[in-house]
């Protein structure tokens, strides 16, 4: 089994560095293969400067195998050179954006499939607000002000990016509309990785994560450790 990176926001730069290289670590070092989705940044025509930001950011970190994947939309979803590159993945970072486009592009594609397969093998499977709301079992979309069904890499979670400018906004209706889910808020240039030796997760970067425990809020700091149900 691998990794999961959920970002907060505001990736490739400032206190990103610390758990991206955390994330390089465990992908195999300086030696792993980063493969890029960017397919959320689509919808407004920016995925070829979210992808080129990123690719530039870890070749800066010192890895020498980045690529972005040519994964825009359903259709290339399904393109067998983007799965078979997933498949050699050792660390996969889904960029952020708009999350109901990266959502139903992937769903029940090959290239879904595919990072689920490198997942179990140990890869690393990261992403940046859109990219890591979109991994949990339910996700927001503030244009349509409706909670979607999400890949389920983690079930019963719906992921809060940009938490400590507008995502804890989202708090209120979303205990309304999903009382049984578990609530996971990361503030931007923050990340929490769930890279323990027994299922824990830790905080690392600028700001905090804010988990929204029945019994209420708790939040955790860079360094700090978690258990998600």
């Not at 959320?40 to 070829?48: F, R, V």
């Not at 399904?78 to 498949?87: E, H, T």
């Not at 923050?190 to 824990?200: K, R, V």
Request: glycine share 12%.
């Amino acid at each position: 089994m691998g990794y999961i990176l959920l970002a907060g926001g505001a990736e490739f730069g400032g206190s990103m560095e610390i758990p991206d290289r955390r994330a390089i670590e465990l992908a195999g070092g300086a030696e792993a293969r980063v493969r890029i989705v960017p397919a959320a940044a689509a919808p407004d025509n920016n995925h070829q400067r979210a992808g080129h930001n990123g690719a530039q950011w870890f070749r800066n970190l010192g890895v020498s195998d980045v690529k972005v994947l040519p994964l825009i939309d359903r259709a290339s979803a399904d393109a067998p050179d983007v799965l078979a590159a997933i498949l050699r993945s050792g660390l996969i970072y889904l960029l952020g954006g708009f999350p109901r486009h990266l959502e139903e592009s992937l769903t029940g594609s090959l290239a879904w499939n595919g990072i689920l397969e490198a997942y179990q093998k140990g890869a690393v499977i990261a992403g940046s607000s859109a990219g890591a709301m979109v991994l949990c079992g339910h996700y927001y979309n503030p244009s349509a002000r409706k909670v979607f069904k999400g890949l389920d890499l983690l079930p019963d979670t719906c992921f809060l990016p940009h938490h400590n400018t507008f995502g804890q906004n989202w708090t209120p209706g979303l205990s309304s509309l999903i009382p049984a889910v578990l609530l996971i808020g990361v503030d931007e240039e923050t990340a929490i990785l769930n890279d323990g030796p027994h299922g824990t997760w830790t905080v690392y970067g600028k700001g905090a994560a804010t988990i929204y425990w029945t019994s209420g809020p708790e939040i955790y700091q860079d360094g700090e450790v978690f258990r998600l149900p």
